[in-house]
């Protein structure tokens, strides 16, 4: 399942303009992240299908791994979630499961803009278990303990590494990249790739973070999100109008 690198950023607030700017750089992938954002559903509904026209991949981020949050990503044609805070391999098989249609999961099924506002063909539901990804985000010691079985569930995708929390929750504080942080990074995408399933993370914007991701040949890497980049932006033109 590994190739070329593709390159993530997460959006925080509702700005279209952003994904505009982001789709004519060059980024690949937009992750709308429900979980520390300030993003609705009723945002997520137009911003979804906003962006898959303008060419990006597009990811939500559920605010939790509840039932609700995740169809409803699904339902307004995500191309895949992320679920944070799983704490267990059992914990994982529960909330993946509503990602997937019966008999992989218990997704339920309602009416809206995948189906084309129209009816179901029996091979549908198949078909969109596979067009759609389901990421199990392992931050927790408990899901850093059972990677292995995580990934090895058939209604996850692929794994996608939470180092800042996975670091506080193992008690290094905040993540820096060390030693021990590149271990549990190789650990994780180790688990994922013994399963032949996806693996991802973020620090795409930061040099040992980006070699420890290419050196497990990530799947994609998060470069920031809107706000750090509107917050770069408006410092480098205030260097630039200062002269410096």
């Given at each position: 399942m590994?190739?070329?690198?593709?390159?993530?950023?997460?959006?925080?607030?509702?700005?279209?303009?952003?994904?505009?700017?982001?789709a004519?750089?060059?980024?690949?992938?937009v992750?709308?992240?429900?979980?520390?954002?300030?993003?609705c559903?009723?945002?997520?509904?137009?911003?979804?299908?906003?962006?898959?026209?303008?060419?990006?991949?597009?990811?939500?981020?559920?605010?939790?791994?509840?039932?609700?949050?995740?169809?409803?990503?699904?339902?307004?044609?995500?191309?895949?979630?992320?679920?944070p805070?799983?704490?267990?391999?059992?914990?994982?098989?529960?909330?993946?499961a509503?990602a997937?249609?019966?008999?992989?999961?218990?997704?339920?099924?309602?009416?809206?803009?995948?189906?084309?506002?129209?009816?179901?063909p029996?091979t549908?539901?198949?078909?969109?278990?596979?067009?759609?990804?389901?990421?199990?985000?392992?931050?927790t010691?408990?899901?850093?303990q059972?990677?292995?079985e995580?990934?090895?569930?058939?209604?996850?995708?692929?794994?996608f590494?939470?180092?800042?929390?996975l670091?506080?929750?193992?008690?290094?504080?905040?993540?820096?990249?060390?030693?021990?942080?590149?271990?549990?990074?190789?650990?994780v995408?180790?688990?994922?790739?013994?399963?032949?399933?996806?693996?991802?993370?973020?620090?795409?914007?930061?040099?040992?973070?980006?070699?420890?991701?290419?050196?497990?040949?990530?799947?994609?890497?998060?470069?920031?999100?809107?706000l750090?980049?509107?917050?770069?932006?408006?410092?480098?033109?205030?260097?630039?109008?200062?002269?410096?």
């Amino acid at each position: 399942m590994a190739g070329k690198l593709k390159i993530a950023f997460w959006l925080e607030t509702d700005s279209q303009h952003a994904c505009e700017i982001a789709a004519r750089t060059g980024y690949d992938i937009v992750i709308l992240d429900m979980e520390h954002g300030v993003l609705c559903v009723h945002d997520v509904d137009r911003l979804v299908p906003f962006c898959k026209a303008l060419g990006l991949v597009t990811y939500v981020r559920t605010a939790a791994p509840e039932r609700a949050p995740i169809q409803q990503a699904l339902d307004a044609g995500a191309d895949g979630v992320i679920l944070p805070q799983i704490q267990s391999a059992a914990h994982a098989a529960e909330v993946t499961a509503f990602a997937k249609f019966a008999p992989a999961g218990s997704r339920g099924m309602g009416f809206s803009r995948i189906m084309d506002y129209a009816g179901t063909p029996r091979t549908w539901p198949e078909k969109q278990n596979a067009a759609t990804v389901c990421y199990a985000q392992v931050e927790t010691v408990g899901a850093l303990q059972e990677a292995a079985e995580i990934a090895a569930l058939a209604t996850v995708d692929g794994l996608f590494l939470g180092p800042s929390d996975l670091s506080m929750a193992r008690g290094r504080g905040p993540n820096r990249w060390a030693k021990a942080d590149v271990e549990d990074l190789n650990r994780v995408a180790r688990a994922a790739r013994k399963a032949g399933k996806l693996f991802a993370t973020t620090g795409a914007e930061s040099a040992k973070s980006r070699k420890a991701g290419l050196d497990v040949s990530a799947d994609f890497l998060t470069a920031g999100d809107n706000l750090s980049a509107l917050s770069a932006g408006f410092d480098q033109l205030l260097r630039a109008a200062k002269g410096r």
